[in-house]
């Protein structure tokens, strides 16, 4: 079955590190996203790809960076860990337009 | 201009009643809304969603009223049982746009 995998599923970091969290997708969607969940802010949109080698900023993009070298791939890059970024990450896919996005069962991460 | 605002942040419902969870937004452009679930511990999960055409839909207990004069959208759930507690996050997305623009999520809990 087609499904939508993150690693790693827990991850505690120091901060300063470079820290990359992976998506992968084997639904063949062109659209890839990556949000963060926090309390009182629900899903925040950080970066997200409509196609290979596409890549736009969202809405909280800053400290994080990400590349789109094929299809079922869009790992999430925090450049320099900051303990504001501790959250929960969830990827997510879709194809076409106003279409469902799927979502990965996320990744908690913690930056001491 | 982007937002979604949903209320209330959290809900408590005896089993068998009714939960209702308001969405309203700003965006004129916005022309697809769907309603996503998340149990703990899970990714959100696409539950039911709406066009502006129309200004109800139900799909078995969940039913979406829809209010475009208002810019206005709810979510109710009939005879609410213990597995719907979960949290419930309204969304939009613009017309030919697949970036979801989410609100803060409500936290239902249901009493047995």
């Known amino acids: 079955d087609a499904e939508i995998t993150q690693s790693p599923r827990h991850k505690i970091t120091e901060t300063g590190r470079q820290v990359t969290l992976a998506c992968h997708q084997t639904?063949?969607?062109?659209?890839m996203f990556w949000y963060r969940q926090d309390l009182g802010h629900g899903l925040r949109l950080i970066h997200y790809?409509?196609?290979?080698?596409?890549?736009n900023k969202g809405e909280v993009s800053d400290g994080y960076s990400v590349s789109r070298s094929n299809t079922e791939d869009l790992p999430l890059t925090l450049e320099s860990a900051a303990s504001s970024q501790t959250s929960v990450y969830f990827c997510a896919s879709s194809q076409g337009v106003n279409n469902e996005q799927f979502f990965g069962p996320g990744t908690r991460l913690t930056v001491l | 201009q982007q937002q979604v605002k949903q209320s209330p942040q959290s809900l408590i419902v005896q089993k068998g009643g009714i939960s209702i969870i308001n969405c309203a937004y700003e965006n004129t452009a916005f022309d697809y809304f769907p309603w996503y679930q998340q149990f703990p511990g899970k990714g959100p999960a696409l539950l039911i969603a709406?066009?502006?055409?129309?200004s109800e839909k139900k799909e078995g207990r969940f039913t979406i009223s829809f209010n475009k004069s208002a810019k206005q959208f709810s979510l109710h759930i009939m005879d609410s049982q213990p597995g719907d507690s979960a949290t419930y996050f309204c969304a939009a997305l613009p017309s030919l746009h697949d970036k979801i623009i989410f609100g803060k999520g409500t936290r239902l809990h249901i009493l047995p």
């Open positions: 790809s409509y196609g290979v080698h596409d890549t």
């Open positions: 639904w063949n969607h062109n659209n």
């Open positions: 709406i066009r502006p055409d129309v």
